[in-house]
């Protein structure tokens, strides 16, 4: 996966055709998509669309939680603390999310574990229950130790923490609010993208 913005499609709240979003973005793709769907029982409505925009541009597809929905066009699954042990299958790329810096070293030394999710940087409201923001400081210090697998920034960024993402390190930054609350999403997004790509 290439270091940049990676984009949370966040059910429910992005509710764009794949193919028309990433059409948007005039070849200004994030590193990678998350589905993120953690009211849906069974495969969303757009997974089939989303796997196929994904595959046709060559954007690294991730699902969260999910290991039933590891599909051909699907490069590999996300685990939060509580999603149990990462499958024993190296074909399968997994991350892992990490809140402090023993879950971090705890991840940085699972073999099964190919990058780490880390945050909230920021207050967030796209995920209910959050942690208390941890902040650039400590973003900084969860690169360090994490044994130069990628770790990825989540949690309430904008395009005004990219520079300090950037310089501690981090391989991506992630969005959710940033892009599916802004009036048009995929404009949204396109100017994280070359924010990321003009540091």
Known sequence: MNKGIYLIWDVPSATASPHQFFDALEGDYPCAVQLRAKRSPTRPFVFDALVTACRERSITLIVNDRI??????????????????????????????????????????????????????????????????????????????????????????????????????AHAAAVISSVWSAPDPAAALRLLVRSWNAL
Not at 89 to 107: C, M, N, W, Y
Not at 131 to 154: C, S, T
């Open 68 to 169: 039933d929905w590891l599909v051909p066009g699907v490069d590999g699954l996300h685990l939060g603390q509580d999603d149990g042990d990462p499958p024993d299958d190296a074909s399968i790329v997994v991350g892992r999310s990490t809140h402090d810096l023993e879950q971090v070293r705890d991840a940085a030394t699972d073999d099964r574990i190919a990058m780490l999710g880390f945050g909230p940087i920021r207050t967030t409201r796209s995920k209910a229950n959050a942690l208390p923001a941890r902040g650039i400081d400590l973003l900084a210090r969860a690169v360090e130790q994490a044994q130069r697998k990628p770790v990825i920034a989540i949690g309430g960024l904008t395009g005004d923490d990219l520079l300090s993402v950037h310089q501690t390190g």
